[in-house]
Nanobody, 121 residues
Framework: QVQLVESGGGLVQPGGSLRLSCTAS????????MGWYRQAPGKQRESVSI???????TYGDSVKGRFTISRDNAKNTVYLQMNNVKPEDTAVYFC???????????????WGQGTQVTVSS
Protein backbone atom coordinates (compact mmCIF):
# COMPACT_ATOMS: atom_id res chain seq x y z
CA GLN A 1 0.00 0.00 0.00
CA VAL A 2 2.75 2.43 0.95
CA GLN A 3 6.31 2.45 -0.27
CA LEU A 4 9.16 4.43 1.24
CA VAL A 5 12.07 5.08 -1.09
CA GLU A 6 15.31 6.44 0.35
CA SER A 7 18.20 8.12 -1.41
CA GLY A 8 21.35 10.02 -0.59
CA GLY A 9 23.47 7.54 1.29
CA GLY A 10 27.12 6.94 0.55
CA LEU A 11 30.67 7.43 1.71
CA VAL A 12 31.60 10.67 3.45
CA GLN A 13 34.68 11.81 5.30
CA PRO A 14 34.58 12.68 8.99
CA GLY A 15 33.44 16.26 9.43
CA GLY A 16 31.63 16.20 6.12
CA SER A 17 27.95 16.46 5.24
CA LEU A 18 25.34 14.25 3.64
CA ARG A 19 21.63 14.66 2.91
CA LEU A 20 19.20 11.77 2.96
CA SER A 21 15.77 11.87 1.35
CA CYS A 22 12.76 9.61 1.66
CA THR A 23 9.52 9.80 -0.29
CA ALA A 24 6.36 7.94 0.62
CA SER A 25 4.01 6.87 -2.15
CA UNK A 26 0.73 4.97 -2.28
CA UNK A 27 -2.84 5.53 -1.22
CA UNK A 28 -1.84 8.08 1.41
CA UNK A 29 -4.33 10.23 3.25
CA UNK A 30 -1.85 11.59 5.78
CA UNK A 31 1.70 10.84 6.94
CA UNK A 32 1.49 11.61 10.64
CA UNK A 33 5.14 10.96 11.43
CA MET A 34 8.13 10.62 9.16
CA GLY A 35 11.73 10.19 10.12
CA TRP A 36 14.84 8.12 10.37
CA TYR A 37 16.24 5.22 12.34
CA ARG A 38 19.67 3.68 11.96
CA GLN A 39 21.31 0.38 12.68
CA ALA A 40 25.04 -0.16 12.94
CA PRO A 41 26.60 -3.64 12.70
CA GLY A 42 26.05 -5.59 15.90
CA LYS A 43 23.82 -2.90 17.41
CA GLN A 44 20.11 -2.40 17.85
CA ARG A 45 18.15 -0.11 15.60
CA GLU A 46 17.92 3.35 17.15
CA SER A 47 15.87 6.44 16.51
CA VAL A 48 17.75 9.26 14.82
CA SER A 49 15.05 11.86 14.25
CA ILE A 50 11.29 11.98 13.79
CA UNK A 51 9.08 14.83 12.60
CA UNK A 52 5.33 15.06 12.91
CA UNK A 53 3.11 16.62 10.29
CA UNK A 54 2.64 19.65 12.56
CA UNK A 55 6.38 20.27 12.68
CA UNK A 56 7.37 18.93 16.08
CA UNK A 57 10.68 17.05 16.11
CA THR A 58 12.71 14.63 18.19
CA TYR A 59 16.41 13.88 17.90
CA GLY A 60 18.60 11.18 19.32
CA ASP A 61 21.13 12.50 21.84
CA SER A 62 24.08 11.50 19.68
CA VAL A 63 22.96 13.61 16.70
CA LYS A 64 21.57 16.72 18.38
CA GLY A 65 23.18 19.85 17.01
CA ARG A 66 24.58 18.02 13.98
CA PHE A 67 21.59 16.57 12.14
CA THR A 68 18.48 18.44 11.00
CA ILE A 69 15.22 16.89 9.89
CA SER A 70 12.75 18.58 7.58
CA ARG A 71 9.64 17.63 5.64
CA ASP A 72 7.71 18.58 2.54
CA ASN A 73 4.22 17.47 3.47
CA ALA A 74 2.83 18.13 0.01
CA LYS A 75 5.36 15.64 -1.41
CA ASN A 76 5.26 13.21 1.54
CA THR A 77 9.02 13.57 1.68
CA VAL A 78 11.34 13.76 4.64
CA TYR A 79 14.96 14.88 4.61
CA LEU A 80 17.85 14.40 7.00
CA GLN A 81 20.69 16.88 6.74
CA MET A 82 23.73 15.34 8.36
CA ASN A 83 26.56 17.74 9.22
CA ASN A 84 29.85 17.20 10.99
CA VAL A 85 29.46 13.45 10.61
CA LYS A 86 31.53 11.10 12.71
CA PRO A 87 32.69 7.51 12.15
CA GLU A 88 30.14 6.39 14.74
CA ASP A 89 27.38 7.65 12.44
CA THR A 90 28.20 4.77 10.11
CA ALA A 91 25.06 2.66 9.81
CA VAL A 92 22.20 1.67 7.58
CA TYR A 93 19.64 4.47 7.77
CA PHE A 94 16.00 3.47 7.51
CA CYS A 95 13.15 5.77 6.64
CA UNK A 96 10.13 5.38 8.92
CA UNK A 97 6.60 6.68 8.59
CA UNK A 98 3.24 6.38 10.31
CA UNK A 99 0.70 6.70 7.55
CA UNK A 100 -3.04 6.73 7.23
CA UNK A 101 -4.16 5.25 3.92
CA UNK A 102 -7.44 4.56 2.20
CA UNK A 103 -7.03 0.88 3.09
CA UNK A 104 -8.12 -0.95 6.25
CA UNK A 105 -6.06 -1.14 9.43
CA UNK A 106 -4.49 2.28 9.20
CA UNK A 107 -2.65 4.21 10.43
CA UNK A 108 0.28 1.84 10.23
CA UNK A 109 4.05 1.90 10.53
CA UNK A 110 6.07 1.60 7.35
CA TRP A 111 9.79 1.15 6.76
CA GLY A 112 12.09 1.81 3.85
CA GLN A 113 14.69 -0.65 2.60
CA GLY A 114 17.56 1.31 4.12
CA THR A 115 20.47 3.27 2.74
CA GLN A 116 24.08 2.79 3.80
CA VAL A 117 25.99 5.71 5.26
CA THR A 118 29.70 5.18 5.80
CA VAL A 119 31.85 7.79 7.49
CA SER A 120 35.50 7.11 6.87
CA SER A 121 38.66 8.83 5.74
Amino acid sequence: QVQLVESGGGLVQPGGSLRLSCTASGNIISAYYMGWYRQAPGKQRESVSIMSNDGSTTYGDSVKGRFTISRDNAKNTVYLQMNNVKPEDTAVYFCYAVVRTTGPGSPRNYWGQGTQVTVSS
